[in-house]
């Protein structure tokens, strides 16, 4: 399942290639580069490929299943990158994501919510940053929030003294031409601005997760202060 070696060079160049287009379309939407965080998404690529990333300096890692984490993490070490869930949490992983992830960008149900932060309680796991998952298309198939049932979520996590509600992350439809995706994005931020009026995030900004490889420019352009972007590092990645 795991892909070959990726060599520093490539890698290397890959990052600066995506970290200049990222300084360009900051620079066109007259934003502060700095605000904005790059997830190099590292699922199926080898404990070495990751390994060299970090090396060349790909500080966030994101994965996007549990037990493939938890092996890469115990052999890189977790103080070595800042890791980032991307992918949905099945209840049932819920202790062992808290256990390796920095980051939760997935969370989509009160009841996961619930369970997280008794479970940092338990694990004395002073705080987790978390990210709620939105569903702005009405994906039935997909996770994420529904705009109608985000009051009830952000509710529960005001309660929560573990559990940091850091912003919102979307996964939208795909589309072939990555202008169509735009309407998410200008919406996902309307909807961060306004929860920003609330007061609702635990910290000053409300982070905006949102962008891959085939868009993120497209993201930073309508907001975005998180990117994930996998294939435009590691290149193609083979099918499980
Ligand atoms: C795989 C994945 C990405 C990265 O996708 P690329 O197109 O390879 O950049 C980003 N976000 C999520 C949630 C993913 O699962």
Redesign the pocket.
């Known amino acids: 399942m795991m892909q070959n070696a990726k060599t520093e060079s490539e890698l290397s160049k890959n990052l600066a290639k995506v970290r200049s287009k990222i300084r360009q379309a900051a620079e066109k939407a007259n934003r502060n580069v700095d605000e904005i965080k790059l997830v190099a ?1 590292s ?1 199926t690529h080898s404990v070495e490929t990751l390994q060299t990333a970090i090396s060349v300096g790909a500080g966030i890692l ?1 994965e ?1 299943k549990v037990q493939e984490a938890e092996e890469k993490i115990e052999q890189i070490g977790r103080e070595k990158a800042e890791w980032h869930l ?2 949905h949490l099945q209840s049932n992983k819920a202790r062992k994501a808290v256990e390796l992830f920095d980051v939760i960008q997935t969370l989509d149900s009160v009841k996961l919510a619930k369970r997280l932060e008794r479970i940092c309680q338990e694990e004395n796991r002073e705080s987790l940053s978390v990210l709620v998952q939105v569903d702005l298309a009405n994906e039935k198939t997909k996770s994420g929030v529904l705009r109608k049932d985000l009051p009830e979520i952000i509710e529960f996590l005001q309660t929560c003294k573990r559990l940091k509600f850091d912003g919102l992350m979307i ?1 939208p439809p795909f589309f072939e031409d990555a202008e169509k995706v735009r309407p998410y994005f200008s919406e996902l931020k309307k909807l961060r601005d306004e929860l920003l009026e609330q007061n609702v995030f635990a910290n000053e900004t409300g982070e905006l997760s949102m962008g ?3 868009d993120f420019e497209i993201a930073i352009e309508e907001g975005a202060t998180i990117v ?5 590092i590691f290149g193609a ?1 083979k099918r499980g």
Request: a positive charge.
């Open positions: 998404v699922k994101g996007n991307i992918g996964i891959m490889s085939g994930r972007v996998g294939t435009a990645r």
